[in-house]
Each structure stands twice: as structure tokens, then as C-alpha cells.
């Protein structure tokens, strides 16, 4: 065997070989029950029983995630640069625990505590040019505060101020992507990088962005 054959060969094992360490760099686990202090009884009727908790390269839990399990109820948005058309804009999507401090896919601060997480689309203006590939997000406000999650909340400026109640300039966000496949709880990287968790919400499986932010 020639020395750029081998090369080669070796080359080709050094990739295959690294692809499963990388991969491995987060892990999830089960997360249990929800957290019931300070969440409406309603929400916890809606969620999954059991939680899928996100754990970072050190081994540390940086989220945990209860999604919702009962059916939409009401059609999606057709509007222009959605993917998910079949979630209502203002549905609620389900839960996120921050053990301690995290950040958003806007890289804002986001104190440790209990949020939920509803659909919403990014307007289409010139200040949100760039932040992502499609208008498909997460918005997040306090759990204490979003109590009827069986309502859509279909007025975008209400969602936004009660996402204001975590402290931030700008909504708190998780970016909603595409799932790789209909494996769910899975976990991936996408072409920016990002860590995507796929998990089974209502009747699909949808992509949230667990380690990643927006470039803007």
C-alpha cells in the first residue's frame, strides 16, 4: 500500500473516530416529574409527566424541558417565512427549568427559575434581519406569570411584556428548528454549531436550541 493511500485511510479514521466524541460532548437524561412551586396546576395537566433534562461537556444540567402533550386545538400560522404552520402564534409549548443562570438564543441573561415557552414569530422589520434563517421562536416568561396556557395569546405586545418580567432589553428566546428526524428526545448539531434538541411537542416533534446563539 502506497504512503498517500495510507494517508488517506488514516485520515478517513481520524474523522469517523471524532465524530462520536463530538456528538457526546452534551447529553441528556430524564428529568423527572415538573417542578410544581410557583406553576399553575394548569400547565402541569398539559406537559409531559417526565422532563428531559440537558447536561453540558462537565456533566452539569443546564436546562430541563417538560413540553406539552395535548393536541394544539387550534390551526398554525400561514404567514411568510414560518416552518412550524401547523402551532398556533401565542401557543404555549411547554416548560423550561434553569438549574442556575443561563442565557437566551440572544445571548441575554436569564436568572435561574421556572419559564414557560410559547410559540411566537419574529416580526418582519429590520431589527430582527439576520437573527435567524425562518421567524420560528420560543418566547419565554416567568412561569408564575403565565397561567392559562390553554389560551393562545394572540396579542404579540402582551407576550412580549410579560417576557419583559425576566429583566431583559428584548423578549427572552429559544430558537425553534427543523428536527434532524422523528426521533425524540434527540440531540444534534446543526450547521451553525448549535446543539438542537428534538422533542415530541403536541402532535410533532420540534428542534429547540439548547447551546447556541444568534450571530446578531
Keep these: 500500500m502506497g504512503m498517500v493511500q495510507m494517508k488517506k485511510i488514516l485520515s478517513f479514521a481520524a474523522?469517523?473516530?471524532?465524530?462520536?466524541?463530538?456528538?457526546?460532548?452534551?447529553?441528556?437524561?430524564?428529568?423527572?416529574?415538573?417542578?410544581?412551586?410557583?406553576?399553575?396546576?394548569?400547565?402541569?395537566?398539559?406537559?409531559?409527566?417526565?422532563?428531559?433534562?440537558?447536561?453540558?461537556?462537565?456533566?452539569?444540567?443546564?436546562?430541563?424541558?417538560?413540553?406539552?402533550?395535548?393536541?394544539?386545538?387550534?390551526?398554525?400560522?400561514?404567514?411568510?417565512g414560518v416552518r412550524f404552520d401547523t402551532i398556533p402564534e401565542g401557543a404555549f409549548m411547554g416548560l423550561v427549568r434553569f438549574p442556575e443562570n443561563g442565557s437566551d438564543y440572544r445571548e441575554q441573561f436569564v436568572p435561574a427559575g421556572v419559564y414557560t415557552m410559547r410559540f411566537?414569530?419574529?416580526?418582519?422589520?429590520?431589527?430582527?434581519?439576520?437573527?435567524?434563517?425562518?421567524?420560528?421562536?420560543?418566547?419565554?416568561?416567568?412561569a408564575a406569570n403565565d397561567t392559562e396556557p390553554a389560551t393562545v395569546m394572540?396579542?404579540?405586545?402582551?407576550?412580549?411584556?410579560?417576557?419583559?418580567?425576566?429583566?431583559?432589553?428584548?423578549?427572552?428566546?429559544?430558537?425553534?428548528?427543523?428536527?434532524?428526524?422523528?426521533?425524540a428526545p434527540h440531540l444534534w448539531v446543526n450547521d451553525y454549531e448549535h446543539w438542537v434538541l428534538d422533542l415530541k411537542v403536541a402532535e410533532e416533534v420540534v428542534g429547540v436550541v439548547v447551546y447556541g446563539h444568534s450571530e446578531e
Design 15 to 80: 474523522i469517523v473516530i471524532s465524530v462520536p466524541a463530538f456528538a457526546g460532548d452534551f447529553k441528556t437524561e430524564s428529568a423527572g416529574a415538573p417542578p410544581s412551586e410557583g406553576v399553575a396546576a394548569a400547565i402541569l395537566e398539559m406537559v409531559a409527566e417526565d422532563g428531559v433534562a440537558v447536561k453540558d461537556p462537565d456533566g452539569e444540567t443546564t436546562m430541563e424541558l417538560w413540553m406539552r402533550s395535548t393536541p394544539w386545538g387550534e390551526p398554525g400560522s400561514t404567514s411568510f
Design 120 to 142: 411566537t414569530l419574529h416580526p418582519e422589520n429590520g431589527d430582527h434581519m439576520g437573527v435567524a434563517a425562518s421567524r420560528d421562536f420560543a418566547i419565554l416568561s416567568p
Design 154 to 183: 394572540t396579542d404579540f405586545d402582551a407576550l412580549v411584556d410579560m417576557s419583559y418580567e425576566i429583566g431583559n432589553p428584548h423578549a427572552t428566546v429559544k430558537r425553534i428548528e427543523l428536527p434532524e428526524g422523528d426521533e
